[in-house]
């Protein structure tokens, strides 16, 4: 069976109630793919996130923007991975690079984070990628194989993990890795999955690709043969994200 396409949107700090409300109105209002050539969910602020649960169709799940690392208790200003169960809250993405470059998140930070989410049950968008200095340097591969061993020493099963593969260099900047960079990286990812951890996970794990998905390119990125959907950023706030979601038909009719 193949990997069920997967997209998510991250509307990371945006958004007041009158907005968020037309979001999840034009979201329920779309024309999207079945659950079963897509799996959708949307990642809002956390003032926001049970309204969105509650006002959303069935077909789009919720995640958080992050969580903290262990179990919760005086970490003001922090939410734990068993509030989000508590909350009926299924995912998390966890390692965005706006985590790791402005709150200094390292990649062992990640790693613990993203095993202990795990361990309350949550599912877990792993992020990964260069910024623009690495990837001139040549360094990529080097770079996010670093980022995926993190999590990989600290976890046992990759069953509920999504990794989602985001050049910074690309994120909310309006370039774009083109399709066939794209496609380089995730299939190198999943030639590191094979050869560190297992072929049948690395055969199963969705890779998805973030940094500025829009409307017009994300047909082209999303046909190629290791990109198994999409974390959107932008683009996830505007009518737009139902024309990326409906991208997940190319590998239904490929």
Known sequence: ??????????????????????????????QVPSADVVEIVVSPPFVFIQCVKSELKSHFQVAAQNCWVKKGGAFTGEISAEMLVNLGIPWVIIGHSERRAIFKESNEFVGDKVAYALS??????????????????????????????????????WDNVVLAYEPVWAIGTGKVATPAQAQEVHAELRKWLETNIKADVAASTRIIYGG??????????????DVDGFLVGGASLKPEFIDIIKAAEVKKSA
Do not use: P
Not at 212 to 225: A, D, M, R, T
């Open 1 to 30: 069976m193949g990997r069920k396409f997967f997209v998510g949107g991250n509307w990371k700090c945006n958004g007041t109630k009158d907005e968020v409300k037309q979001i999840v109105s034009t979201l329920n209002g779309g």
């Open 120 to 157: 309350q049950g949550l599912k877990v968008i792993a992020c990964v990628g260069e910024t623009l200095e690495e990837r001139e340097a040549g360094t990529t591969m080097k770079v996010v194989a670093a980022q995926t061993k993190a999590i990989a020493d600290k976890i046992s099963s």
């Open 212 to 225: 500025s998905v829009n409307g017009s390119n994300c047909k082209e990125l999303g046909g190629q043969q």
